[in-house]
């Protein structure tokens, strides 16, 4: 089955303490990126990558790092969380950046204390 | 800065009362008007992709429509099942990223 994972679905961490959630997809899409999702404000993008090893900033990066050593996996980085970063996450990909069709995962709701 | 305005917030429909959602943005060269619907605790599924005004697109229940400033998801003879956010999205001709409004909570009751 064609899709995007992302682990945990679930994080509840203290403040400073350096986390990473997993993304992961099957498709062999090119383009990944993150999104954080808040009341009020919408799907902010955090990051995207257009391939391998190539990463940019979205809206929101303050805080944030990926990396994208493979094509299926697009992990998120926070190094030291804050309670500003409690945030529901979610991870997409698509074909190319040009494809209309972006696959969402699950979603990571993260709480930071 | 690409924006998004949804409206209304959150519509609430009987079960058959067709209605529309609206979408209103500001984009330097448009690459796509994106339509997701995103259940509670789930993940934007996409629905349409819309590239200049004038288009049009169908699927089942929901039409989706394209002006210069805005963008209409139209709904007809709603369904309970229906019922989910409905989240629009831009791609503007500044960069790859996709900017999205905060989406319109749609109920459809019995």
């Known amino acids: 089955e064609a899709q995007v994972t992302q682990n945990p679905r679930y994080l509840i961490t203290v403040t400073g303490k350096k986390l990473t959630v997993t993304c992961s997809q099957n498709?062999?899409?090119?383009?990944m990126s993150w999104y954080r999702q808040d009341p009020g404000l919408g799907l902010r993008q955090i990051y995207y990558s257009m391939n391998v090893e190539v990463t940019d900033k979205g809206d929101v990066p303050e805080g944030y790092k990926v990396s994208r050593k493979e094509k299926r996996n697009f992990p998120l980085i926070l190094e030291s969380p804050s309670p500003n970063q409690t945030s529901l996450y979610f991870c997409?990909?698509?074909?190319?950046?040009?494809?209309?069709?972006?696959?969402f995962g699950p979603g990571t709701r993260l709480t930071v204390l | 800065e690409d924006q998004v305005t949804q409206s209304p917030e959150a519509l609430r429909l009987q079960e058959g009362e067709s209605s529309s959602l609206n979408c209103s943005y500001t984009?330097?060269?448009?690459?796509?008007l994106f339509w997701y619907r995103q259940d509670p605790g789930k993940g934007p599924e996409f629905l349409f992709t819309l590239y200049s005004a004038g288009e049009e697109k169908e699927k089942e229940r929901l039409k989706a429509t394209l002006t210069k400033k805005e963008s209409f998801l139209h709904i007809t003879a709603p369904k309970p099942e229906d019922s989910a956010t409905y989240l629009c999205?831009?791609?503007?001709?500044?960069?790859?990223?996709?900017?999205f409004g905060t989406g319109t909570q749609l109920k459809v009751e019995l």
């Open positions: 997409a990909s698509s074909l190319s950046i040009s494809t209309d069709t972006q696959y």
């Open positions: 984009v330097s060269g448009l690459r796509g």
């Open positions: 498709m062999n899409h090119e383009y």
């Open positions: 999205a831009v791609r503007g001709g500044g960069g790859n990223k996709l900017t």
